[in-house]
């Protein structure tokens, strides 16, 4: 598939229209449901091979954030031969009460996955959990970009946000 292609599959499986709460808490007449696009293995695959030159260079952990960036970050690891770390929101209170599960992140450089952003809030915070056990963070990437702010908050941070899509190109 061509990436106009993909585009038009992820609006006809993912974009939903009415009224809905965000977990920014603004409300939007559009949400992008990425469970449908991770749910759908061929169109999974389809939009991760787009990501897969999003992943800078020297790279050596994919950091997959609760609950939605975990497929995703599966779904690159096994198309970029990368580990993947899943971070939890919270750090466990039991066991090895850790916040990455899988792949060592401490000293490392870490891409960070995520599949919608809007304000950035849970991937500032994310990122800013994942720096204080010692990863080093410079990059995320994400599925959509819904454009309203979340790239502009996490530059604040020194983190670039590089979309497979943004809001616009889905819109056109």
């Given at each position: 598939?061509?990436?106009?292609?993909?585009?038009?599959?992820?609006?006809?499986?993912?974009?939903?229209?009415?009224?809905?709460?965000?977990?920014?808490?603004?409300?939007?007449?559009?949400?992008?449901?990425?469970?449908?696009?991770?749910?759908?293995?061929?169109?999974?695959?389809?939009?991760?091979?787009?990501?897969?030159?999003?992943?800078?260079?020297?790279?050596?952990?994919?950091?997959?954030?609760?609950?939605?960036?975990?497929?995703?970050?599966?779904?690159?690891?096994?198309?970029?031969?990368?580990?993947?770390?899943?971070?939890?929101?919270?750090?466990?209170?039991?066991?090895?009460?850790?916040?990455?599960?899988?792949?060592?992140?401490?000293?490392?450089?870490?891409?960070?996955?995520?599949?919608?952003?809007?304000?950035?809030?849970?991937?500032?915070?994310?990122?800013?959990?994942?720096?204080?056990?010692?990863?080093?963070?410079?990059?995320?990437?994400?599925i959509i970009d819904r454009q309203q702010g979340g790239a502009e908050a996490l530059s604040k941070d020194d983190?670039?946000?590089?979309?497979?899509?943004?809001?616009?190109?889905?819109?056109?």
């Amino acid at each position: 598939m061509h990436r106009s292609e993909i585009a038009q599959r992820v609006v006809a499986v993912a974009q939903l229209e009415g009224d809905f709460l965000l977990r920014s808490g603004q409300r939007s007449d559009t949400y992008f449901d990425k469970y449908r696009i991770e749910a759908d293995p061929q169109l999974l695959a389809a939009v991760t091979q787009l990501m897969v030159p999003l992943v800078p260079d020297d790279t050596e952990v994919l950091a997959g954030l609760e609950l939605g960036g975990v497929p995703m970050v599966t779904a690159l690891s096994a198309a970029t031969g990368l580990p993947a770390a899943f971070v939890r929101k919270e750090a466990k209170t039991y066991g090895t009460e850790n916040l990455a599960e899988g792949a060592s992140i401490e000293g490392r450089n870490v891409l960070v996955v995520e599949d919608v952003v809007t304000s950035g809030g849970q991937l500032i915070t994310s990122v800013g959990d994942l720096r204080e056990r010692g990863a080093k963070i410079h990059t995320a990437v994400c599925i959509i970009d819904r454009q309203q702010g979340g790239a502009e908050a996490l530059s604040k941070d020194d983190v670039t946000l590089s979309p497979v899509f943004t809001r616009r190109e889905l819109e056109t």
